[in-house]
C-alpha cells in the first residue's frame, strides 16, 4: 500500500485503557482516509520526505514551518498559535477580549476546561478543554491522569496552574517518557492530594469531587532503551520496523518520530 499525502498530529481515542491510534494524512488540506496504526505494529514502514511542507491552514508549499506546520505569518497571526494556548493564563476571552480571533478563543477557550495531574516522564500539572480528555493525556504519553479542578473558562484554569508551578512541573522531559523512567515514588492520588492542599482558598470551590484515575497503557511492543530522534528533512527517506507508538511518537527499531512536529510535511507513505 502507498499513499501521498501531508501530515497531521494522530488522532486518538482510549478503547479500555489502550489508546487506538488514527494517521491523518492530508492533501493539502483535503482530508485522504485515515490509517489504523495500532494495526501496523510489527511491520516495517517506508516514509519518503517529498522536500517541502504544505501549512496546514493555507495550503501555501513552503521549505520550513512555524509551530506545528504553519507560515510565518500564520504564527504570528493565526489562533492555532496564540499565546494563551500555551500560556493559559493570557486568555481574555472571558472579558469579551480576543488575543487574535474572537470567534475561534469562544469556541476553544470560553469553555470548561479542567486543571490535571498526569504521570508522564514525571508528575506534572496541565490545563485542557473539558471535552479533550483523555486526547490530552495519551497525546502526551501520560500513563495515569486525574483531573484536580474543574473551570468555566481558561484563564482560570491557567491561574490554578501558574500557583503550583513551584511545587510541580508543567513539563514532560520526552525522553524519559518515551523509556518509561519515573522515579517519583509517590502515588498520583498522594500527589494530587497534595496539589489540593497547596492552592489557593480563592481557587479550592473548583476542586473536582471526583478523584478518579484514567490508566492509559500504550501499543509498545519494544520500549527504546535510547532515544534517536527521526527528523524527515535530514533522513529524507525513514524505513523501519514499528515497534510501539506513545503520546504522538511512532517508535521504531532504530529510532523514534515525533508526528506531530512534522505536520504538514509531504510524504509518501508505503506499508
Given at each position: 500500500m502507498q499513499i501521498t499525502g501531508n501530515l497531521r498530529k494522530?488522532?486518538?481515542?482510549?478503547?479500555?485503557?489502550?489508546?487506538?491510534?488514527?494517521?491523518?494524512?492530508?492533501?493539502?488540506?483535503?482530508?485522504?482516509?485515515?490509517?489504523?496504526?495500532?494495526?501496523?505494529?510489527?511491520?516495517?514502514?517506508?516514509?519518503?520526505?517529498?522536500?517541502?511542507?504544505?501549512?496546514?491552514?493555507?495550503?501555501?508549499?513552503?521549505?520550513?514551518?512555524?509551530?506545528?506546520?504553519?507560515?510565518?505569518?500564520?504564527?504570528?497571526?493565526?489562533?492555532?498559535?496564540?499565546?494563551?494556548?500555551?500560556?493559559?493564563e493570557l486568555s481574555e476571552i472571558h472579558n469579551g477580549i480576543a488575543l487574535r480571533d474572537y470567534e475561534w478563543e469562544v469556541k476553544?477557550?470560553?469553555?470548561?476546561?479542567?486543571?490535571?495531574?498526569?504521570?508522564?516522564?514525571?508528575?506534572?500539572?496541565?490545563?485542557?478543554?473539558?471535552?479533550?480528555?483523555?486526547?490530552?493525556?495519551?497525546?502526551?504519553?501520560?500513563?495515569?491522569?486525574?483531573?484536580?479542578?474543574?473551570?468555566?473558562?481558561?484563564?482560570?484554569?491557567?491561574?490554578?496552574?501558574v500557583s503550583l508551578k513551584s511545587h510541580i512541573s508543567d513539563k514532560t522531559a520526552w525522553q524519559r517518557m518515551l523509556k518509561g523512567i519515573v522515579e517519583d515514588q509517590?502515588?498520583?492520588?498522594?500527589?494530587?492530594?497534595?496539589m489540593v492542599d497547596l492552592l489557593p482558598?480563592?481557587?479550592?470551590?473548583?476542586?473536582?469531587a471526583s478523584a478518579d484515575i484514567t490508566q492509559i497503557n500504550y501499543p509498545i511492543l519494544v520500549s527504546p532503551n535510547k532515544v534517536n530522534s527521526i527528523k524527515l528533512d535530514k533522513v529524507k527517506i525513514l524505513e523501519d520496523k514499528l515497534v510501539g507508538i506513545k503520546g504522538q511518537y511512532?517508535?521504531?527499531?532504530?529510532g523514534v518520530m515525533n508526528i506531530r512536529s512534522h505536520s504538514g510535511a509531504r510524504v509518501k507513505f508505503h506499508v
Open positions: 494522530m488522532n486518538t481515542k482510549l478503547v479500555g485503557n489502550i489508546p487506538q491510534y488514527s494517521l491523518c494524512l492530508f492533501d493539502v488540506l483535503s482530508p485522504l482516509p485515515p490509517l489504523n496504526m495500532n494495526e501496523l505494529i510489527g511491520k516495517v514502514l517506508r516514509l519518503e520526505y517529498e522536500g517541502y511542507y504544505n501549512s496546514i491552514v493555507s495550503g501555501e508549499k513552503i521549505n520550513k514551518t512555524f509551530g506545528e506546520g504553519l507560515t510565518y505569518r500564520e504564527f504570528m497571526e493565526s489562533p492555532l498559535a496564540s499565546p494563551s494556548i500555551m500560556r493559559p476553544h477557550h470560553l469553555q470548561p476546561h479542567v486543571v490535571y495531574i498526569s504521570l508522564t516522564s514525571n508528575y506534572k500539572v496541565g490545563v485542557t478543554r473539558l471535552s479533550n480528555m483523555p486526547c490530552r493525556w495519551i497525546d502526551q504519553g501520560a500513563t495515569q491522569a486525574t483531573v484536580l479542578a474543574e473551570v468555566p473558562y481558561r484563564q482560570l484554569a491557567g491561574l490554578i496552574e509517590r502515588t498520583i492520588t498522594q500527589v494530587r492530594n497534595e482558598e480563592e481557587y479550592l470551590s473548583y476542586v473536582s511512532l517508535i521504531f527499531e532504530n
